[in-house]
């Protein structure tokens, strides 16, 4: 005790308090209201704060304690300071201005849903560790399976079967190890640095990072070029020439990434076509649906994924457009075995009876990590508190409000619609002639830069908020619907403020 001032951290002192159990039920019915009542102010409050945090890097170590308190502090001074420190660094993502990246969708069942798993708190890694977390996931799995209408091969009613991952990243690097070791042997493991892997320009890093992980040779890595002229689809005929020319260097084409709604203009790829092409060289096929999935549950999108029945396995985010919270990816495999084959490990601790008799799904062996949490309650209760009829609404609405915007862009002479929307994402930018100066072939790095000027604009001024890509060379505005608290006039705002903001960029320019 006499070595106070050299100590550093938490500091000792001598008046410990009285020490009650982290999980005594009526503190936690009392402090649970009180969270509830915080977050459900802070929904009803959400369009006072600016959608796009506004603070510096290192902002909050300026403000907080350098060491953990010593003695408990109650939950209400907690609070206090997320409200004074916390949510001026969050960025809004449930706020009803949010059009960034893709949405994070949240609902009270995803959230009820969430919290609920997090109340019974079970590691789930094996059936027997928890029977209803397990056969509640293969349930749910063939339920939206049935709804997206995926072929039977990819259910458990069928040979398949589906799983929940946390990430579509989590869930590309468990099927091309599947692949990888399903070809190897077949070709012998000396073979690993002969294996390529297949995608676009427009696949998520997602797929470079996976092969990263699975051990895939990095000068074996396609990312096949593609253009506006097609609108940035995948071309079947250039991913056969790339495999031909592959295989004359004796290279072994091992996995493809097709994606169904890409990241930056939610393009969709030609799935039976490239399907067809995988065929004749004995490849994997992935269906990347990550944003996009889940609008194949109304019949009017579901041409989207036709094809799909030619593919090894398909994957869609239910945390970003399916109000399910973070994280919530959706994996469906046409052969469990291969992927259990890949991901399987038995230790003698984990051996149990309903493992042993084969009779029961064990999802430890289905993903990268062992403990798992209890995900498919909260798909559960958004599936069953909406219904697939409410869900179709919801994912129309936003589809609606995405035509409102792209008709205002569309009819304004500034703007331009630089790919046509399939869903609920608008890409857009000033348009070339919008610029009375505009140096004609070579004007590219301007008009680029008038819009780079014009997306910081808005979001410096908090009121929504938006993201960007670089497709062909262009640099395009993505107005990307789906926050769950957005209505029209959320959306006839934005189209102000990109209005009012562009006005002001552009006189600077004429
Ligand atoms: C968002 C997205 C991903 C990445 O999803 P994670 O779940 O964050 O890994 C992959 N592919 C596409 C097409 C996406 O839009």
């Known amino acids: 005790m006499g070595s106070l001032e050299f100590h550093h951290g938490p500091v000792e002192n001598n008046c410990d308090p009285p020490m009650t159990n982290p999980l005594d039920p009526e503190e936690f019915r009392r402090q649970g209201h009180i969270m509830i009542d915080f977050i459900a102010d802070y929904f009803k409050n959400i369009e006072k704060y600016p959608v796009l945090s506004q603070v510096q890097p290192g902002?909050?170590?300026?403000?907080?304690?350098?060491?953990?308190?010593?003695?408990?502090?109650?939950?209400?001074?907690?609070?206090?300071?997320?409200?004074?420190?916390?949510?001026?660094?969050?960025?809004?993502?449930?706020?009803?201005?949010?059009?960034?990246?893709?949405?994070?969708?949240?609902?009270?069942?995803?959230?009820?849903g969430e919290m609920l798993s997090t109340g019974f708190n079970v590691v789930g890694f094996n059936w027997m560790s928890s029977p209803a977390a397990t056969e509640l996931e293969s349930i749910v799995m063939d339920w939206l399976g049935d709804m997206l209408q995926l072929p039977k091969s990819f259910l458990f009613s069928g040979k398949g079967g589906g799983v929940l991952q946390g990430t579509t990243c989590e869930a590309i690097v468990c099927t091309m190890a599947a692949a990888r070791d399903q070809m190897l042997s077949r070709i012998g493991k000396d073979n690993i640095g002969r294996l390529v892997v297949y995608g676009s320009d427009q696949t998520h890093s997602a797929l470079k990072k996976a092969s990263q992980i699975v051990g895939i040779h990095p000068g074996n890595f396609r990312a096949i070029n593609t253009a506006q002229s097609t609108e940035f689809a995948l071309s079947p005929e250039l991913l056969r020439l790339t495999i031909c020319s592959d295989i004359e260097k004796g290279l072994v084409p091992l996995f493809l990434c097709a994606t169904m709604g890409t990241t930056a203009t939610t393009s969709v790829d030609p799935l039976g076509a490239l399907c067809d092409v995988a065929k004749d060289y004995g490849m994997w096929v992935h269906v990347d649906a990550a944003y996009a999935g889940s609008v194949c549950i109304c019949p009017e999108f579901r041409h989207f994924i036709e094809g799909v029945e030619g593919a090894n396995s398909f994957s869609f985010n239910a945390h970003k457009w399916f109000f399910t919270t973070l994280d919530c990816c959706c994996l469906w495999v046409k052969n469990p075995t291969a992927l259990i084959d890949s991901l399987s490990t038995n230790p003698e601790f984990l051996r149990n009876k309903a493992s042993d008799s084969k009779q029961v799904v064990d999802y430890k062996d289905w993903q990268i990590a062992l403990s798992r949490r209890f995900r498919a309650l909260k798909l559960w209760l958004v599936l069953r508190s909406y219904g697939v009829a409410n869900l179709r609404n919801f994912l129309r609405s936003h589809v609606k409000m995405a035509e409102?915007?792209?008709?205002?862009?569309?009819?304004?002479?500034?703007?331009?619609?630089?790919?046509?929307?399939?869903?609920?994402?608008?890409?857009?930018?000033?348009s070339p002639s919008a610029i009375s100066k505009y140096p004609g072939d070579d004007g590219n790095a301007l008009i680029n830069e008038?819009?780079?000027?014009?997306?910081?604009?808005?979001?410096?001024?908090?009121?929504?908020?938006?993201?960007?890509?670089?497709?062909?060379?262009?640099?395009?505005?993505?107005?990307?619907?789906?926050?769950?608290?957005?209505?029209?006039?959320?959306?006839?705002?934005?189209?102000?403020?990109?209005?009012?903001?562009?006005?002001?960029?552009?006189?600077?320019?004429?």
């Open 59 to 112: 902002y909050l170590k300026k403000r907080l304690p350098e060491s953990a308190p010593y003695n408990p502090e109650p939950i209400e001074t907690i609070l206090q300071d997320v409200r004074y420190h916390i949510v001026p660094g969050i960025t809004h993502w449930q706020s009803p201005s949010y059009f960034g990246y893709f949405p994070s969708s949240g609902s009270i069942a995803g959230f009820l």
């Open 450 to 510: 008038v819009n780079c000027k014009l997306l910081e604009a808005i979001n410096a001024s908090g009121n929504v908020y938006m993201t960007h890509a670089v497709v062909g060379g262009m640099y395009v505005l993505r107005c990307a619907i789906g926050a769950t608290l957005t209505e029209e006039k959320h959306v006839l705002m934005a189209w102000k403020v990109v209005h009012d903001h562009a006005d002001a960029v552009l006189s600077t320019y004429q």
């Open 404 to 430: 409102i915007f792209e008709r205002l862009v569309r009819e304004n002479k500034w703007f331009e619609v630089v790919v046509p929307r399939n869903f609920a994402m608008v890409c857009f930018r000033i």
